[in-house]
């Protein structure tokens, strides 16, 4: 299983806290987890998951780039930050 | 070395916050603490109050992680953050961090290098309610340009 | 804007003097304090206790420019200085500087910029006591090169 | 009149906290006045006021160099500073 989670302006948007994905050696990376979710989300997810500003973390660790998934995973979609 | 870190929703007591810093041997020299607030306007907007959105787990994780590197930098003998969530309200106390040192200097560099990691990487995130309603705050460049800097420095 | 000067024996609550930096109207955002401590050790010697000294009148007049000065540079709504004098033991708060401002970048640079000022240029002398009796405490060449990078950035 | 302050180690090894010194024309600078006090104290006064690291301050002014005095002036001698 992959569990996904949106924050803030991301999940207001997508009108959507998390969601749980069966796990699928075909959902291998992050770039295929994010077109599987915009295939299924549609014009809207397409429009705010591609954002240049987003960032996308995987077991709470920031990906600036691609990365591989493996079963169990927390993957996390969100804006950047504005704490302190 | 005591690293501490805590995320929530209750207010908190800076001078109860300071004597935790504190080891009993007397080596402490120096003490530096910042505390932000939320102000009353933002960005030329009045602000009545705000939500402090975060990402449990990821933001111990990284707020730990800053102050880990903060140690590795600097000869700290103790170091605490603790960051509220939830409503706020202007005036209301938002984040503190604290560092002991036997010299200022490193109680000055990492008390300021953890405040502008927490800007930057620690996942939170405001959403500020004013006259017009509610909105999420945008990301400030120049908080990114101030993280930026402690990396030249590390390069220099 | 609060500019305020105590030097006094008596010791100091950092909650009541972190308070007392608020004007009302909540537009402090950001509040950098410092505390200095005796410690139990100097330059590799155990230290029981101190004597401090100053030159009253003088004392004052100095750290009230220091303050002064640091409003001129930054954007600061209340700064705040309270040095203590006479005898001192291991562990004892010595000096506490608080700066208030809408942003973190100033009341970070104004609290530095003050130490430095005060380890440099307020006039206290520092007697410590340990085994091998009290000797008076050498200034450091280290904060006199601290305190002349501030002329070194306003000539950037 | 002039007043004449010690503080700390240069206190300690004149044996003089202070003193007061009748307004005289003669006087007429800082230099003029260390030199007065050094004939008048001898070779401890000379060796102790003289020193390179002394700092000299006029009215709660450090004076970096020589500087007039005026009837009424507080003059102030004393090691660097080492508070905070």
Chains 1, 4 share one sequence.
């Not at chain 1, 997508?14 to 295929?32: I, T």
């Not at chain 2, 933002?42 to 939500?51: F, I, T, W």
């Amino acid at each position: 299983m992959l569990k996904i989670l949106f924050f803030a302006r991301v999940k207001e948007e997508l009108g959507c806290a998390g969601l749980d994905l069966p796990w699928q050696e075909s959902v291998g990376d992050l770039d295929s987890l994010q077109a599987q979710l915009c295939r299924e989300g549609g014009a809207r997810w397409v429009e705010v998951l591609g954002r240049p500003n987003m960032i996308r973390a995987v077991n709470h660790v920031v990906a600036s780039e691609n990365t591989p998934l493996h079963d169990g995973d927390e993957v996390a979609f969100f804006p950047p930050v504005t704490g302190g | 070395m005591a690293l501490s870190v805590s995320v929530q929703a209750e207010d908190f007591d800076v001078a109860a916050l300071q004597r935790q810093l504190f080891s009993g041997a007397h080596e402490e020299g120096a003490i530096a603490c910042f505390t932000g607030y939320v102000r009353s306007s933002s960005a030329e907007r009045a602000v009545h109050g705000m939500e402090l959105e975060h990402y449990p787990g990821m933001t111990e994780r990284s707020i730990s992680g800053i102050l880990a590197q903060a140690s590795e930098r600097w000869p700290l003998l103790a170091a605490s953050v603790v960051h509220r969530v939830g409503r706020l309200v202007a005036g209301d106390q938002i984040v503190w961090v604290g560092v002991a040192s036997a010299h200022r200097e490193a109680a000055f560099s990492a008390c300021e290098f953890i405040m502008d990691y927490l800007k930057n990487e620690a996942p939170f995130w405001k959403k500020e309610e004013g006259p017009q309603g509610a909105h999420w705050v945008d990301a400030r460049s120049g908080d990114q340009a101030r993280a930026a800097r402690w990396d030249d420095d590390r390069r220099a």
